[in-house]
């Protein structure tokens, strides 16, 4: 059995930064400033289609939360997948 990587030490590597090393910092920076993104633009795509606050907060609030769940599980699901793992 193969053990566990000591994740205080782990680092990644992303094709799309040019294979830099990349700090467990930025990659929360990077999450945090996409989830701005996506709730601002979730909250005006529902407010723009229905011209209501409440409706487009609710929507928001909703589709988010589905969002972080489903993140979660897509992310243990690729625990369990093996391919591109060194």
């Known amino acids: 059995m ?3 990587a000591d994740l205080k ?4 590597r992303f094709e799309s930064d040019g294979g830099d090393m990349v700090s467990k910092k930025r990659s929360w920076a990077k999450s945090l400033t996409w989830r701005v993104v996506a709730i601002v633009s ?3 795509i ?8 409440t ?12 969002n ?10 690729w ?8």
């Open 68 to 77: 972080f769940v489903l993140y979660y599980l897509h992310e243990r699901m």
């Open 79 to 86: 625990l369990n997948i093996q391919w591109g793992k060194d």
């Open 2 to 4: 193969a053990e566990k």
């Open 46 to 53: 529902g407010y723009f289609l229905t011209g209501s606050l």
């Open 42 to 44: 979730t909250f005006g």
């Open 55 to 66: 409706f487009a907060a609710s929507l928001t609030l909703i589709s988010n939360v589905i």
């Open 9 to 12: 030490s782990v680092q990644y």
